[in-house]
Each structure stands twice: as structure tokens, then as C-alpha cells.
């Protein structure tokens, strides 16, 4: 299996994904909670694309 560098916007949406997530465990935010578990796991699954698949 080949793996490719995800772009810039894939890395960057999955991280502030994982961000979100991560504060949101800490901290009440409104817009996100109790979504905490789901926005890091989808910012790992959307890094995985963007690593698994070329010019994601």
C-alpha cells in the first residue's frame, strides 16, 4: 500500500476536527456536545483518507 502527504485542506479540517473535539471534552461548547468522541474520530478517519488515497 502506497501512502500520499493528504493536502493541506484534509490536514488542516482534520485537525481542527480533532481540536474541536478534544476542547469539547473539556469544556462546554454548546454547538458540539456530546459529539467530542465522534469529531476526533472523524478527523483520524478523514487523516486516514487523505493519507490512503492519492490527491485527497
Known amino acids: 500500500m502506497k501512502l500520499s502527504p493528504p493536502t493541506k485542506i ?3 479540517l482534520s ?3 480533532g481540536v ?3 476542547i469539547g471534552n ?3 461548547l454548546p454547538l ?3 459529539y467530542e ?3 476526533v474520530a472523524a ?3 478523514l487523516l486516514w483518507l487523505g493519507n490512503a488515497l ?3
Do not use: E, Q, R, Y
Request: charged fraction near 5%; glycine fraction near 20%; hydrophobic fraction near 70%.
Open 10 to 12: 484534509v490536514f488542516w
Open 15 to 17: 485537525t481542527i476536527l
Open 20 to 22: 474541536l473535539g478534544i
Open 26 to 28: 473539556f469544556v462546554a
Open 32 to 34: 458540539i456536545g456530546g
Open 37 to 39: 468522541f465522534w469529531l
Open 43 to 45: 478527523g483520524f478517519v
Open 54 to 56: 492519492k490527491g485527497f
